[in-house]
T-cell receptor, first 111, second 113 residues
């Protein structure tokens, strides 16, 4: 039982490049979330999903897109990376919105 | 919209000292509150949670928190900290669309041996 896993762990992008972050969970959770963590600001919700095929915007969705084609996977895309998107990205999942379990994070640097 | 404030950004303690980290929240619905801990280089782990019932909640590693509804507070406490408690601590309230978590800015705790 791996819990929540994230790929990749680290990535450096140039401004304007695109990339996709993958989150996978093996707990059969309905709800999945993407957060970004910035110093002094805690974690802020980017997008979330309450089930396969559904997604919704969180607190800071601009510049990001998501997809939930399979229940166990939640993808976060950056179409045109900007330096302001330099951050640590965490994925989380929960059973019907209860306690959230977090992945190990992806450290992204945009130069 | 809900919000969470953690007033202590950095705390430095010596081993065996007592710890209290403040957390105040704003939310109009049924309150579910959490404390998460993030050890250096690791992901967030749940310390404890409050959903209902006894307002004094005990968590892992000797931590506890008290929910005081009249003060909109959920402070984290530990009677005697250890060097291994060095970490960043986040308070969060659950609510709103998708049962999202709203986090405070975090408190970075350093325990000197």
């Amino acid at each position: 039982n791996a819990g929540v896993t994230q790929t990749p762990k680290f990535r450096v992008l140039k401004t304007g490049q695109s990339m996709t972050l993958l989150c996978a969970q093996d707990m059969n959770h309905e709800y999945m979330y993407w957060y970004r963590q910035d110093p002094g600001m805690g974690l802020r919700l980017i997008h979330y999903s309450v089930g396969e095929g559904t997604t919704a915007k969180g607190e800071v969705p601009d510049g990001y897109n998501v997809s939930r084609l399979k229940k166990q996977n939640f993808l976060l895309g950056l179409e045109s990376a900007a330096p302001s998107q330099t951050s640590v990205y965490f994925c989380a999942s929960s059973y019907m919105g209860q306690e959230q379990y977090f992945g190990p994070g992806t450290r992204l640097t945009v130069t | 919209a809900q919000s969470v404030s953690q007033h202590n950004h950095h705390v430095i303690l010596s081993e065996a000292a007592s710890l209290e980290l403040g957390c105040n929240y704003s939310y109009g619905g049924t309150v579910n509150l959490f404390w998460y801990v993030q050890y250096p280089g690791q992901h967030l782990q749940l310390l404890l949670k409050y959903f209902s019932g006894d307002p004094l909640v005990k968590g892992i590693k000797g931590f506890e928190a008290e929910f005081i509804k009249s003060k909109f507070s959920f402070n984290l406490r530990k009677p005697s900290v250890q060097w291994s408690d060095t970490a960043e601590y986040f308070c969060a309230v659950k609510g709103g669309a998708g049962n999202m978590l709203t986090f405070g800015g975090g408190t970075r705790l350093m325990v000197k041996p």
